[in-house]
T-cell receptor, first 116, second 113 residues
């Protein structure tokens, strides 16, 4: 299984809603990532988890709250988002972080989020 | 801080022809990896090819090859025998000791029949 899955595929939410994005992988990877991608732009790193611990937070607003319940699962909790947060949210995973520059990141298909 | 520059926002190529996508980067690191990722329309981003900075030999993967010029900090991607399925956004990316993947702005490649 060389797949990263993400649910839901599409999400429309109001600015007062609370929702969650889910990401799953069963490749035994110990590093997991959240990226935000606007149309025709490169992915922007948001968070990195290494061995279920948050290792990088790219100064993301607190209305985005990541969670890594176990080594296979990564969540992104959303609350009080703004219309400018509308984007494709990508999850990725890789074998590990420590000394592993060559490790390929496997990307999920993304969740297309629209904030009204 | 590392930067990655892709100076071609869009390119087109005829099916079966060869096309080269450009990428330059800036870093003070000696050890790093360079990647080309492909993101087809509405589909997952996948790795096309990777190159270790310490390896002088250019990486190749079937129809995809790179021209890695370390001194010039250049890392171009050559696609031979272009196919319709190669139509995608291509991102050049850098990964150094900090472990972050730094992406270029991307190049949209359209393969025409």
């Amino acid at each position: 299984d060389t797949e990263v899955t993400q649910t839901p595929k599409h999400l429309v939410m109001g600015m007062t809603n609370k929702k969650s994005l889910k990401c799953e992988q069963h490749m035994g990877h110990r590093a997991m990532y959240w990226y935000k991608q606007k149309a025709k732009k490169p992915p922007e790193l948001m968070f990195v988890y290494s061995y279920e611990k948050l290792s990088i937070n790219e100064s993301v607003p607190s209305r985005f709250s990541p969670e890594c319940p176990n080594s296979s699962l990564l969540n992104l909790h959303l609350h009080a988002l703004q219309p400018e947060d509308s984007a494709l949210y990508l999850c990725a995973s890789s074998l590990g972080l420590a000394g592993a520059m060559y490790n390929e990141q496997f990307f999920g298909p993304g969740t297309r989020l629209t904030v009204l | 801080a590392q930067t990655v520059t892709q100076s071609q926002p869009e390119m087109s190529v005829q099916e079966a022809e060869t096309v080269t996508l450009s990428c330059t980067y800036d870093t003070s690191e000696n050890n790093y990896y360079l990647f080309w990722y492909k993101q087809p329309p509405s589909r997952q981003m996948i790795l096309v090819i990777r190159q270790e900075a310490y390896k002088q030999q250019n990486a190749t993967e079937n129809r995809f090859s790179v021209n890695f010029q370390k001194a010039a900090k250049s890392f171009s991607l050559k696609i031979s025998d272009s196919q319709l399925g190669d139509t995608a956004m291509y991102f050049c990316a850098f990964r150094g000791p900090g472990n972050k993947l730094v992406f270029g702005a991307g190049t949209i490649l359209r393969v025409k029949s």
